[in-house]
């Protein structure tokens, strides 16, 4: 049974940072590219980062970009998105989410698996 638990979310101040976690476990972790979404409320979800299995190739949002590093740590099975210099407009419910794919960065939403999600409010 595949699951991936995030965590880290929370309240910040503008200009703050943070760091989510995701936590995969029922999968060779090496075999999925791993993706940070979210989804701000009245709007569609957005791909934020994706990371290869290796690790060695990301993937941003031009709003993100400069900002947010995503990382994983294939050893302990965890997706690591660090943001730094948050404003009030990245708000949102943040989920990690798991696909395979023969491509190292696939393009799009479609993934396998998907977390719970986790809420990320920055306040002004």
């Known amino acids: 049974q595949v699951q991936l638990v995030e965590s880290g979310g929370g309240l910040v101040q503008a200009g703050g940072s943070l760091r989510l976690s995701c936590a995969a476990s029922?999968?060779?972790?090496?075999?999925?590219?791993m993706g940070w979404f979210r989804q701000a409320r009245g709007k569609e979800r957005e791909r934020v980062a994706v990371?290869?299995?290796?690790?060695?190739?990301?993937y941003y949002a031009d709003s993100v970009k400069g900002r947010f590093t995503i990382a994983r740590d294939n050893a302990k099975n965890t997706v690591y998105l660090q943001m730094n210099s948050l404003n009030p407009e990245d708000t949102a419910v943040y989920y990690c989410?798991?696909?395979?794919?023969?491509?190292?960065?696939?393009?799009?939403?479609?993934?396998?698996?998907w977390g719970q999600g986790t809420q990320v409010t920055v306040s002004s």
């Open positions: 029922g999968v060779t972790f090496t075999n999925y590219v």
């Open positions: 990371i290869s299995g290796s690790g060695g190739s990301t």
């Open positions: 989410a798991a696909r395979t794919s023969r491509l190292v960065i696939p393009s799009g939403n479609e993934y396998d698996y």
